[in-house]
């Protein structure tokens, strides 16, 4: 069964380096998301990504995030300064060729992120 | 805020009854999903309820939905061990779908 994939599962990080973190998504979805879920809350949006550019984002996605879908296959999420209230858990989501507002999410098991 | 929020934060049922789990939201939305987590992993979808439907089952899930209130509803009937998880309501408007804080569901044996 399709899958989205997402590396690494955990990344330990410093204070104020970029990182990035990598998604797959099924191959023939073409709405992709990114959110974050501090341990044990609440899960939040981040943004939505539709035809090679940003259509929603949250207050949360500040100057400090970007995304990018590079290569057709890969869509990555990018903070270019991390700070401790960064660390969280990232979870990559795609939605398929139903089209927006009928589509279930599917979800990868997210990238940890630590900052130190 | 189109989020959702679910009630109770937590449920603890014994094992063979059914788990109620409620949502509420603010802003007018395209459908509906729940959503289980269980711990440290991804999200799976459940079941999604369109905005012009009332009711709809899946196997042991019924999930309701009453727009005019903004709620709905989340049944798993004959709980199992294996539905100890987190369950998520998540509003679908446009192309935000927004989560809430989810209920904490525990099945004792």
């Known amino acids: 069964e399709p899958e989205v994939t997402q590396t690494p599962s955990h990344q330990v990080t410093q204070m104020g380096q970029e990182v990035i973190l990598r998604c797959v998504p099924i191959s023939n979805h073409l709405y992709f998301y990114w959110y974050r879920q501090i341990l044990g809350q609440k899960v939040e949006f981040l943004v939505s990504?539709?035809?090679?550019?940003?259509?929603?984002k949250s207050e949360i996605f500040d100057d400090q995030f970007s995304v990018e879908r590079p290569d057709g296959s890969n869509f990555t999420l990018k903070i270019r300064s991390t700070k401790l209230e960064d660390s969280a858990m990232y979870f990559c989501?795609?939605?398929?060729?139903?089209?927006?507002?009928?589509?279930?999410?599917?979800f990868g098991e997210g990238s940890r992120l630590t900052v130190l | 805020s189109q989020q959702g929020e679910e009630d109770p934060q937590a449920l603890s049922i014994q094992e063979g009854e059914n788990a109620t789990m409620n949502c509420s939201y603010k802003t007018s939305i395209n459908n509906l999903q729940w959503y289980r987590q269980n711990s440290g992993r991804g999200l799976v979808h459940l079941i999604l309820i369109r905005s012009n439907e009332r009711e709809k089952h899946s196997g042991r899930l019924r999930v309701t939905l009453d727009t005019s209130k903004k709620s709905s509803s989340l049944l798993i009937t004959a709980s199992r061990a294996a539905d100890t998880a987190s369950y998520f309501c998540a509003t679908d408007r446009d192309d935000k779908i927004i989560f809430g804080k989810g209920t904490r569901l525990h099945i004792l044996p």
């Open positions: 989501a795609s939605r398929g060729l139903a089209g927006k507002n009928t589509g279930e999410l599917f």
């Open positions: 990504f539709y035809n090679n550019e940003i259509s929603e």
